[in-house]
């Protein structure tokens, strides 16, 4: 193997985990989002503009900020949440 045809395979390699680890913070924005606006057994739902709110101000923290635009705006159109 060449030198050229290792680095591709890393580069490769290391795509494929950063796509894995975008996908798990996508599932984790989301259950936030059904958490937060959902009814709990100990709590009232605290709304989906609550959840918005709170998905938008953690973009960049804890996830990725042109997802969560897509979510915000998808939300906002009226698409709802199967709790």
């Given at each position: 193997m060449s030198e050229v045809?290792?680095?591709n395979e890393a580069l490769k390699r290391e795509l494929l985990e950063h796509e894995k680890a975008i996908k798990k913070?996508?599932?984790?924005r989301d259950g936030v989002i059904n958490a937060i606006a959902s009814h709990r057994p100990y709590r009232e739902a605290?709304?989906?503009?609550?959840?918005?709110?709170e998905i938008s101000d953690k973009k960049n923290i804890f996830f990725d900020e042109s997802a969560t635009n897509a979510c915000i705006r998808i939300l906002k159109k009226g698409f709802k949440l199967n709790p």
């Open positions: 045809e290792i680095l913070l996508e599932v984790m605290l709304g989906l503009d609550f959840a918005l709110y």
